[in-house]
């Protein structure tokens, strides 16, 4: 349900991609007590279609803001996500950190979220991050967070006057079947998020990359339907 605007608590920024997880962790921030500000990227990614499924998720939960950046990681390429001369992989055999990781993204989209959340007098920055039902990214690791939140302490105004902003990531130890029951119980439309790497534009997913293979995965071991939109039958 949406939160009543009236009671502003206090405020915090949100990494919503417009995905599962993210999604999540914006209801589990507004559920305590945040005005949540959310901040969604157009980074140079070949599947744009989550950032309509962001901007429509934050104004379903009551977020205070919504605002999109653009910022050209992709410009460098290196990755399934942003470079055309890539393929996405699909499949099960996937090997190491695959080639969908975005080289240093979280870093530069947390490094984004901690310049707005010193303008806004935020003191908590919320992101989705998982290491446990994930691809391998090392910038989804409780280390990559803890090491962020010394780089918040040491370089930024609010850290050395001793009021750092934090990253706060609530899913990093939990599996994707925990995270849906979470977000079910908070009332998440998890039809209403992409995870595909390359969804189409209106947002179907392909079923066989990675990321909707570990989404599918997590619907059915919560033990609920999968409302994900495919643009092929998976069999």
Do not use: W
Not at 36 to 63: D, H, N, P, T, W
Not at 211 to 226: I, T
Request: aromatic fraction near 8%.
């Amino acid at each position: 349900m949406p939160k009543d605007a009236s009671k502003d608590g206090p405020k915090a920024v949100v990494l919503l991609s417009g995905g599962l997880d993210s999604s999540t962790v914006l209801a589990m921030a507004i559920a305590e007590g945040y005005t949540c500000y959310c901040i969604s990227f157009e980074y140079g990614q070949k599947q744009v279609a989550e950032i309509s499924f962001a901007k429509q998720m934050a104004q379903r939960l009551g977020a205070k803001e919504h605002r999109t950046v653009r910022v050209d990681i992709g410009g460098f390429g290196g990755s399934a996500l942003t470079d055309a001369d890539i393929d996405v992989p699909v499949g099960d055999d996937i090997q190491g950190i695959p080639i969908t990781y975005v080289p240093a993204r979280n870093t530069v989209f947390l490094s984004y979220a901690l310049g707005f959340a010193e303008v806004l007098e935020a003191h908590d920055i919320f992101i989705g991050v998982n290491a446990v039902d994930y691809s391998g990214y090392p910038d989804c690791r409780p280390a990559f967070v803890s090491a962020f939140n010394e780089v918040a302490r040491l370089g930024t105004r609010v850290g050395i006057e001793g009021q750092p902003v934090t990253v706060l990531a609530p899913l990093v130890a939990m599996t994707k079947m925990q995270i849906i029951q979470s977000g079910i119980a908070l009332g998440v439309d998890y039809a209403m998020t992409v995870s595909c790497y390359q969804a189409d534009a209106v947002g179907a997913a392909c079923g066989r990359c990675e990321s909707c293979r570990l989404r599918r995965e997590g619907f059915a071991a919560a033990g609920v339907p999968d409302p994900t939109l495919y643009c092929t039958r998976i069999g």
